[in-house]
């Protein structure tokens, strides 16, 4: 990988912010978009704009066959057996959702478990706390070791024959932690139980294969994986898909519609009613090709790297706490931290001073802020568009920051 050739590919990153060049240390919230992406969708607007699936005129054939294909890329992107298996969503939020209302709420009944971890985004908490609500089912939590990772041992202790659910990231977004999704989803199924994935941070960073891992839904995000934003991705084996209803009726979804009765299209589309996301799925599809040409057996490397390098810097830092586990190997690239005294929304504000982006606050995760002991945190995450020289220039800041709160207290 040839960090200075990617950078030239992403035109966002060639601007000063408050007067120093920009660092963007904040691609676990969005990734930035590289030319291939932004000229995908403007190349869809500008030539061949049209609906898909619904005329035969030559425009509407492009953008369907643009829409069609993006899901071809996706299947393999992710290894599904077929087409059938992806659906087009608004994001790995609704993706989620989807599987909680139409799945979830049909099968679970009063007494059922849902095992989900601490570490949950808060769009795998909320759709599961609704769906006990709903039905009685109990919602449970998978404990967590004293660095943030999951034990196994823990799952067999926690997942009975009552769990008919398990939900669980596959990358932290705070923590960074990389969770045994396929040893899991054995332990779920010996039980009997269905294996939901959230891949929000997982797809965009690592190799993802679905029948590998044996999942039974997956859900992503293609504004993290150089996509553009409200598109998504929900995978789900094909029978669980085939026995699901649909949430969302209207134009698109449909197969026969009758003064009384209705029926549905078949895989995927059952569940795409109205015009689909098209814009998104051609740039979704760009994104992918982009991803694949430069590898991402490469990206992962090198965000270890830079994870391990930051940790080592950051570290020597008096006063820092990083949380999650210490050996970068075992941790995608995100960095979550604290400087004592100073609270991360001040952190996050001298940075930006300097140029420097990063996140700062409860990450959509405030179960796991409770298990921290901690209100917020501050968070730098990298990509396959970041250097050392980014390190070294946050680095530099937060010195600056605990300098500058230092002689202000």
Wanted: charged fraction near 20%.
């Amino acid at each position: 990988m040839n960090i200075m050739d990617i950078r030239q590919m992403f035109p966002i990153l060639h601007q000063e912010v408050n007067g120093s060049p920009l660092v963007y240390l904040d691609s676990a919230a969005t990734s930035q978009k590289p030319i291939q992406v932004i000229e995908a969708i403007d190349s869809y607007y500008r030539q061949y704009n049209s609906n898909v699936h619904r005329g035969v005129h030559t425009l509407g054939t492009k953008a369907t066959d643009g829409y069609e294909g993006a899901r071809e890329k996706v299947r393999k992107f992710i290894n599904a057996k077929s087409t059938e298996e992806v659906i087009f969503t608004r994001g790995t939020t609704t993706s989620l959702n989807t599987v909680a209302a139409s799945y979830a709420r049909a099968n679970l009944q009063e007494g059922d478990e849902i095992v989900i971890s601490y570490m949950e985004h808060h769009s795998n908490i909320i759709p599961w706390q609704q769906v006990a609500k709903a039905t009685g089912a109990i919602l449970k939590y998978l404990p967590l070791q004293e660095d943030g990772t999951i034990s196994l041992e823990d799952v067999k202790n926690t997942v009975t024959d009552q769990t008919k659910i398990v939900s669980i990231m596959h990358v932290s977004n705070v923590l960074g932690v990389i969770n045994p999704i396929k040893e899991i989803a054995q332990i779920a199924h010996q039980h009997g139980a269905v294996m939901v994935v959230d891949g929000a941070q997982s797809a965009p960073h690592m190799k993802v294969d679905v029948q590998d891992l044996d999942c039974d839904f997956f859900a992503m995000s293609g504004h993290k994986m150089c996509g553009p934003t409200g598109i998504g991705i929900l995978y789900g084996k094909k029978k669980l898909l085939e026995d699901m209803e649909p949430i969302e009726f209207g134009g698109e979804m449909i197969d026969f519609v009758g003064l009384q009765e209705s029926t549905w299209k078949e895989l995927p589309w059952k569940f795409e009613g109205g015009t689909p996301i098209i814009a998104g799925a051609i740039g979704l599809g760009a994104a992918i090709d982009f991803l694949e040409e430069i590898g991402r057996d490469n990206i992962e490397a090198h965000e270890h790297k830079l994870a391990a390098y930051a940790m080592e810097q950051m570290s020597a830092i008096e006063g820092m706490t990083i949380f999650g586990p210490k050996d970068a190997s075992k941790k995608a690239g995100v960095v979550t931290f604290n400087i004592d005294e100073v609270h991360p929304h001040d952190v996050a504000t001298v940075l930006d001073a300097d140029g420097i982006a990063v996140r700062a606050g409860h990450h959509c995760a405030q179960p796991l802020m409770k298990w921290l002991k901690v209100s917020s945190t501050a968070r730098a995450s990298f990509y396959l568009y970041n250097s050392e020289e980014d390190i070294d220039r946050l680095v530099q800041g937060l010195v600056k920051t605990k300098e500058y709160f230092s002689d202000v207290f």
